[in-house]
C-alpha cells in the first residue's frame, strides 16, 4: 500500500439471514482496518437473491451493525439498483473480445449439457459463435448470458493472510457474469462494485478464496488496478465443524437479547483468529484500532467458544462504570416486568447496592432478571436442588422461628451483629452454623450458591429479610413440621 493510498474497505452482507457471527466478524475485521488506517468503510447490501432477500435482513443487519458500533462511512450501497451498471459492464466486454452471449441455457458452472465433447472443460459451445451471429440472434429476442471467456495461462495473487496463491486459468470454466433474466452474479457484481466504489483492500472469508482468480481476470480484462485480498479463516464450533445453529445462536442480535455488551462481543469477535502480538484479551475499542494489522490474522479458523464471550462479558460488567451498569440493570428488570417504583428493592441505593454485591458473579446481563432475581423481586421460587440439599433437616423449622425472633429483637442490623447473632444461636443448640447458613441463602436468594449471606442480608435490610425468613418457615411447616 503506498503512502499516499486511501484505504477503502467494504462489507457486503447478502440480506437473506440477519447478520451472524461470520459476517460480523468479517465486518469488524474490515472496520478496523479501515479506522486503523484512517480510511473509509463502505457497507453495501448484495441483495439481487430477490427470493430470499427482504427488508427486514437488510434492517436486521443494519440493526446488527450498530449494536457493535460498525458505523460506515458511505453506503448502504444496494445492488439492485445497479443492474443497468453491471450490463453496460458486461456489454463492454463483449465488445472488447473478453465475453461472449451464452444462448444454450446453461448458466450456472460448468457441466456437460451445453460443451462439445471435443471441447475443454472451460470451453463453453457459445464461445466460438461468431459476434455478428451472436447479435443477430440477441436483437431477434433470444434469451441470452453472458459468460466471460477465461484466457489461457495462469492466474496469480498474493493474499494478504494465506501468501501467493496461483491457480491454472484451465481448471477455471468460462463462468457467467450477467444471467438471461439481467441478474448479474455474485463476480460481476462484486468486481463492478468494487470498482465503481475505489475499494483498496477485499477483506473477507477463506471461503471466497476460490472466487478470487476469476475477479482477478475480470479485474485484467477491464484494465483497471486490482486490489489487494486478505481471506480470514473460517470460525468453527468447540466441535471445529463450521458455525452453524447447532452450536447455538449465531445471529448477532440473539446475543444482545441474551445479555451480551456490545463492547464485550466486539473484543471477544476481534480476538477470534487476530491476535494483537502479545497476550492481553481485554482491549479497549481504541486499543484494538491502534493494534489490528492484517499481519496478526492467523492462518487457523478460529473456534467460537460460549465460556470464552462469557468470560469476557463478565470482565466489562465487572469494569462498567455504576451509572451505565445501573441503566442497563433497569431495562432488563424493566423488560422483564421486574421493574416497579413502589418496590424498596429499586430505590436508587438498595438498587446500586445489590448491583455491587452480585456483579462479580455475573456473566451476562440477563443474569440480574434469572439468577439474581430475588434481590430484585420478591416473586422468585427456591431452586429445586438447592432445597433438597439445604432446607431437609428436621431440625430447621423450630430454629429458623427461634433465629427469626433473635433478629427481630435485636437492637442493630449491622453485618457484623447479623453474623455474631447467628454464630452464636448455633454454637447454643448445638448446631452446625452452616446448617442455618445454607438454609439461610435459599430463603433469600432462592439459590444454593450465591454471595456471602450477611452481605445479602444488608442488601435486603431487616424487614425484607425477615420476611424471607418467614416465608422459610412456611415452607417448612408444609415440607417437614407436616
Known amino acids: 500500500m503506498s503512502p499516499k493510498e486511501k484505504v477503502r474497505v467494504r462489507f457486503a452482507p447478502s440480506p437473506t439471514g440477519y447478520l451472524h457471527v461470520g459476517g460480523a466478524r468479517t465486518a469488524l475485521f474490515n472496520w478496523l482496518f479501515a479506522r486503523h488506517h484512517g480510511g473509509q468503510f463502505i457497507l453495501r ?40 451498471r453491471y450490463k453496460k459492464f458486461a456489454l463492454k466486454l463483449i465488445a472488447s473480445g473478453h465475453a461472449y452471449r451464452c444462448f444454450c441455457g446453461t448458466e450456472e458452472g460448468v457441466g456437460r449439457k451445453g460443451y462439445d465433447e471435443n471441447q475443454s472443460a472451460g470451453e463453453h459451445a457459445c464461445a466460438n459463435l461468431a459476434r455478428e451471429k451472436s447479435e443477430v440472434r440477441a436483437e431477434a429476442g ?43 452474479t455474485y463476480h460481476l457484481g462484486v468486481v463492478v462494485d468494487d470498482l465503481d466504489m475505489d475499494i483498496t483492500h477485499v477483506v473477507r472469508g477463506a471461503d471466497h478464496i476460490s472466487n478470487t482468480p476469476k475477479q482477478i ?31 447455538g445462536a449465531t445471529s448477532v442480535m440473539s446475543y444482545a437479547e441474551m445479555g451480551y455488551l456490545p463492547e464485550a462481543f466486539f473484543n471477544f469477535l476481534a480476538l477470534l483468529g487476530w491476535s494483537p502480538g502479545d497476550d492481553r484479551e481485554v482491549l479497549a475499542r481504541q486499543e484494538l484500532i491502534d493494534l489490528f494489522s492484517l499481519k496478526g490474522v492467523g492462518k487457523a479458523n478460529a473456534v467460537f467458544g460460549l465460556d470464552k464471550l462469557d468470560w469476557f462479558n463478565s470482565q466489562y460488567i465487572r469494569n462498567a462504570s455504576k451509572e451505565s451498569l445501573r441503566t442497563m440493570v433497569r431495562n432488563e428488570l424493566q423488560s422483564k416486568q421486574l421493574w416497579s417504583n413502589a418496590n424498596p428493592a429499586l430505590s436508587p441505593e438498595a438498587l446500586d447496592a445489590a448491583i455491587e454485591l452480585v456483579k462479580p458473579r455475573a456473566r451476562k446481563i440477563s443474569d ?25 433437616d428436621p431440625r430447621l423449622g423450630s430454629l429458623i422461628r427461634a433465629l427469626i425472633d433473635r433478629y427481630s429483637a435485636e437492637d442493630t442490623f449491622t453485618l457484623q451483629s447479623t453474623e455474631e447473632t447467628l454464630r452464636r444461636f448455633a454454637e447454643k443448640e448445638g448446631v452446625k452454623a452452616g446448617l442455618l447458613i445454607n438454609a439461610l441463602r435459599v430463603a433469600l436468594t432462592g439459590q ?11 442488601v435486603l435490610g ?20 407436616d
Open 368 to 392: 440480574f432478571s434469572s439468577t439474581f432475581s430475588a434481590f430484585f423481586s420478591d416473586d422468585f421460587a427456591y431452586d429445586e436442588a438447592a432445597a433438597e440439599k439445604f432446607l431437609k
Open 448 to 458: 444454593g450458591v450465591a454471595p456471602g449471606l450477611f452481605e445479602i442480608m444488608q
Open 217 to 247: 481476470l475480470l479485474y485484467r480484462a477491464a484494465g483497471t488496478p486490482i486490489p489487494q485480498f486478505a481471506h480470514l479463516p473460517l470460525i468453527l464450533g468447540p466441535d471445529k465443524q463450521r458455525l452453524s445453529k447447532r452450536h
Open 45 to 84: 447490501i448484495e441483495d439481487t437473491d430477490f427470493a430470499r432477500s427482504s427488508e427486514e435482513m437488510v434492517e436486521g443487519i443494519l440493526k446488527g451493525m450498530r449494536w457493535l458500533g460498525l458505523n460506515w462511512d458511505d453506503g448502504p450501497f444496494f445492488q439492485s439498483r445497479r443492474l443497468d
Open 462 to 481: 431487616r424487614e425484607r429479610t425477615l420476611q424471607r425468613m418467614q416465608r422459610l418457615n412456611t415452607y417448612l411447616r408444609l415440607t417437614i413440621d
Open 142 to 184: 433470444e434469451p441470452f448470458a453472458i459468460r466471460f471467456r477465461v484466457p489461457p495461462g495462469k492466474t496469480s495473487f498474493e493474499d494478504q493472510v494465506f501468501g501467493a496463491i496461483e491457480v491454472d486459468n484451465a481448471t477455471i470454466e468460462d463462468f457467467v457474469l450477467l444471467r438471461s433474466d439481467g441478474i448479474p
